[in-house]
T-cell receptor, first 113, second 114 residues
Framework: NAGVMQNPRHLVRRRGQEARLRCSPMKGHSHVYWYRQLPEEGLKFMVYLQKENIIDESGMPKERFSAEFPKEGPSILRIQQVVRGDSAAYFC???????????FGQGTRLTVV | AQSVTQLGSHVSVSEGALVLLRCNYSSSVPPYLFWYVQYPNQGLQLLLKYTTGATLVKGINGFEAEFKKSETSFHLTKPSAHMSDAAEYFCAVSPKGTGNQFYFGTGTSLTVIP
């Protein structure tokens, strides 16, 4: 059973471009979470999704950021018109319905130049 | 709302010394509790968790944590630090009965001095 897969591991974007971060949860997991980690800071919750539904997006900036978890395929975190301040490590985690345990991916390190 | 407080953003211990990383939560109902470890440029790995039952929980790499309801705490300990324990440690909670949401503390960076 493969772990949570995130790609790409590293992403470089110029200011104003779009960034798409992908997360494939573990097999059988229907809950996905996105977190942002800035240098020297902890994990900041962004959004919690189940298949085709956003459950909690209270941690996500209102503009430029969006997330989806379609019926088929990976969860996508999309950042439009990136700015330098978006440079961070973005982690995805997944959990099954029946257990309270989150499994993390290796993260995507976004650098905006 | 849930909150998790980790006292001490940086902790240094000598190799072989006791490791104690503190975590307190705020919740009227005790949540599920977790400790994760993060090595440089890696994702988070679960060390241990408390859901129900025995309040002293043993995890991987010799770590353990004790849930104390009266103190709303879930401190992480290890009797003897090893150089390989140097990493970032995160305490997290997941409220019961409200879905699988997780809230993390700000982390504690552990340095082990040879």
């Amino acid at each position: 059973n493969a772990g949570v897969m995130q790609n790409p591991r590293h992403l470089v974007r110029r200011r104003g471009q779009e960034a798409r971060l992908r997360c494939s949860p573990m097999k059988g997991h229907s809950h996905v979470y996105w977190y942002r980690q800035l240098p020297e800071e902890g994990l900041k919750f962004m959004v919690y999704l189940q298949k085709e539904n956003i459950i909690d997006e209270s941690g996500m900036p209102k503009e430029r950021f969006s997330a989806e978890f379609p019926k088929e395929g990976p969860s996508i975190l999309r950042i439009q018109q990136v700015v330098r301040g978006d440079s961070a490590a973005y982690f995805c985690a997944s959990s099954p319905d029946t257990a309270h345990e989150a499994f993390f991916g290796q993260g995507t390190r976004l650098t905006v130049v | 709302a849930q909150s998790v407080t980790q006292l001490g953003s940086h902790v240094s211990v000598s190799e072989g010394a006791l490791v104690l990383l503190r975590c307190n939560y705020s919740s009227s109902v005790p949540p599920y509790l977790f400790w994760y470890v993060q090595y440089p440029n890696q994702g988070l790995q679960l060390l241990l968790k408390y859901t129900t039952g025995a309040t002293l929980v043993k995890g991987i790499n010799g770590f353990e944590a004790e849930f104390k309801k009266s103190e709303t705490s879930f401190h992480l300990t290890k009797p003897s630090a090893h150089m390989s324990d140097a990493a970032e440690y995160f305490c997290a909670v997941s409220p019961k009965g409200t879905g699988n949401q997780f809230y993390f503390g700000t982390g504690t960076s552990l340095t082990v001095i040879p």
